[in-house]
């Protein structure tokens, strides 16, 4: 019979699928795998480590203890020589005991955490406006904002990356901290907000208008109705955009590098790991170990947004 699936036909579906799954997380399982293993163990193929090594995960975290540095003899008696500039000695003692080899991963996630957090509040907070005006109020050119609201994605990064650049240029931000760390943080409100909107204003439409009329028939102003009819209702969607601006925030490198190029105690987990992969520190544990806690935060999302995937909240809300 026409659609009926015979054993031959699932064993095959099936196999695709695990060789699909296995193809994707593949690149993964070698990272985490490389990650784990010692230094004689890089050069082994296998996924599985022959002893699990730790220490890259401790020293990003700052579980390891503070080892004390000792300065070699030979260079010891080169800053014994009561010759030599003070100076001189300072600058060669500092060599043996900086720390400058330590990755300060802890910094660049908090600033990750703080540009990729920060706009995707003020992004769902301006989409949950913006969506709401264009899905319930009827005003002139409704429909133009309406359908060219996603106009922003026409246009790929690398095209408005120099427009942008020359633009804070121009106002004198991109020359100071502060003012290139705004920029980018604008930039990427901008880059996430339309797509919320787009996306809540859909879900704002399958929300039926009457269980705001029976709010504001009880006494609720239309903001009112808002906060207690259309936003608890909208949860699964607000948690989705949230955690979709978030990621974008948290993966973008190409504005990061243009406007954050300079200011490195701002530097973000995808620029500091490109600054890695070509630093004096490139050792393979270390780097696999920082991309995969750079990857945590978004299985992580991905595993709670999971929880409010869920429909059909407003069925049965309004009799027929």
Not at 9 to 34: D, W
Request: proline share 4%.
């Amino acid at each position: 019979m026409l659609g009926k699936k015979t054993i031959k036909g699932r064993i095959g579906f099936a196999l695709a699928i695990f060789l699909l799954v296995s193809f994707s997380l593949l690149p993964f399982a070698q990272i985490l795998s490389t990650s784990l293993k010692h230094q004689f163990d890089w050069g082994n193929p296998s996924l599985i480590p022959q002893a699990i090594n730790l220490e890259a995960y401790k020293e990003l975290l700052g579980l390891t203890e503070e080892k004390k540095v000792e300065i070699p003899a030979a260079i010891q008696k080169v800053l014994d020589n009561p010759k030599l500039p003070q100076a001189k000695k300072d600058a060669i003692a500092a060599k043996y005991t900086s720390n400058s080899n330590l990755f300060p991963f802890g910094k660049f996630m908090l600033n990750s955490v703080m540009f990729s957090v920060g706009a995707a509040a003020v992004s769902l907070i301006l989409a949950v406006m913006g969506a709401y005006s264009i899905s319930r109020l009827r005003f002139k050119g409704q429909v133009i904002i309406q359908r060219s609201v996603l106009f922003v994605y026409m246009v790929g990064g690398v095209l408005l990356m120099v427009p942008l650049y020359q633009m804070a240029m121009n106002l004198g931000l991109a020359s100071t901290v502060w003012g290139s760390v705004f920029c980018l943080f604008l930039i990427y409100i901008v880059q996430t907000l339309p797509v919320g909107m787009y996306m809540l204003g859909n879900y704002f439409r399958g929300i039926p208008f009457a269980l705001e009329e029976a709010a504001m028939m009880d006494g609720c102003s239309r903001k009112e109705a808002i906060i207690k009819v259309v936003l608890p209702l909208s949860l699964p969607m607000l948690a989705t955009v949230f955690i979709y601006c978030f990621i974008i925030g948290w993966n973008e490198y190409l504005f990061a590098s243009v406007f954050l190029k300079q200011h490195t105690e701002f530097h973000t987990l995808p620029l500091a790991l490109q600054e890695l992969f070509v630093s004096k520190n490139a050792i393979w544990d270390r780097i696999m170990a920082a991309s995969m806690l750079t990857l945590a935060p978004i299985v992580v999302c991905f595993l709670f947004a999971s929880r409010f995937m869920k429909g059909g909240k407003t069925d049965g809300g309004v009799k027929g």
